[in-house]
T-cell receptor, first 114, second 111 residues
Framework: KAGVTQTPRYLIKTRGQQVTLSCSPISGHRSVSWYQQTPGQGLQFLFEYFSETQRNKGNFPGRFSGRQFSNSRSEMNVSTLELGDSALYLC?????????????FGEGSRLTVL | AQRVTQPEKLLSVFKGAPVELKCNYSYSGSPELFWYVQYSRQRLQLLLRHISRESIKGFTADLNKGETSFHLKKPFAQEEDSAMYYCALTPYSGGYQKVTFGTGTKLQVIP
């Protein structure tokens, strides 16, 4: 079974630009959640999607958004990038919703904002 | 609101010494607790969860509701245990609940 795949793996943007990250979950998993990982803050929950609907959202500004498609693939978008958005963005899929099951993580997309 | 605290950013122990990675949580209801581990150049992965009551790679963790803790323990550390460890919590109340992670503890096992 293929694992969770995230693209792109690395990207560099400048302030004010926007970025879209993609996540393909494990086949059969309907829950996809996104996390921002930084050295000082650890993993911070961004949002979770299940069956194409956002089920939960973390404490991030509206510049952070996402969506899920019918095949469970998910994208997250960050608009008007700020220097503080530089981080590793992790996607995780699960066969269960709402964090009740094991999370399977991707390798992450490392975003650098200059 | 739920919160997970891992007080140590770095824990260094000698090979063969006991290991205890601390995790304290704040949540008024019934939590489900996990330990995730990230080895060098590998993905973050589940190590164990409290409802399974398993020992994985020699690690155990007991949920202490009185002290609101879920410390990870191993009697004899091995070099391959060196990794980043994250404690995580989700409310055990059904519905769509978010997972809250601690800030992580880096375990360094000295040969």
């Amino acid at each position: 079974k293929a694992g969770v795949t995230q693209t792109p793996r690395y990207l560099i943007k400048t302030r004010g630009q926007q970025v879209t990250l993609s996540c393909s979950p494990i086949s059969g998993h309907r829950s996809v959640s996104w996390y921002q990982q930084t050295p000082g803050q650890g993993l911070q929950f961004l949002f979770e999607y299940f069956s194409e609907t956002q089920r939960n959202k973390g404490n991030f500004p509206g510049r952070f958004s996402g969506r899920q498609f019918s095949n469970s693939r998910s994208e997250m978008n960050v608009s008007t990038l700020e220097l503080g958005d530089s981080a590793l963005y992790l996607c995780a899929s699960s066969s269960a919703h709402g964090g009740t099951g094991e999370l399977f993580f991707g390798e992450g997309s490392r975003l650098t904002v200059l | 609101a739920q919160r997970v605290t891992q007080p140590e950013k770095l824990l260094s122990v000698f090979k063969g010494a006991p290991v205890e990675l601390k995790c304290n949580y704040s949540y008024s209801g019934s939590p489900e607790l996990f330990w995730y581990v990230q080895y060098s150049r590998q993905r973050l992965q589940l190590l164990l969860r409290h409802i399974s009551r398993e020992s994985i790679k020699g690690f155990t963790a007991d949920l202490n509701k009185g002290e609101t803790s879920f410390h990870l323990k191993k009697p004899f550390a091995q070099e391959e245990d060196s990794a980043m460890y994250y404690c995580a919590l989700t409310p055990y109340s059904g519905g769509y609940q978010k997972v809250t992670f601690g800030t992580g503890t880096k375990l360094q096992v000295i040969p």
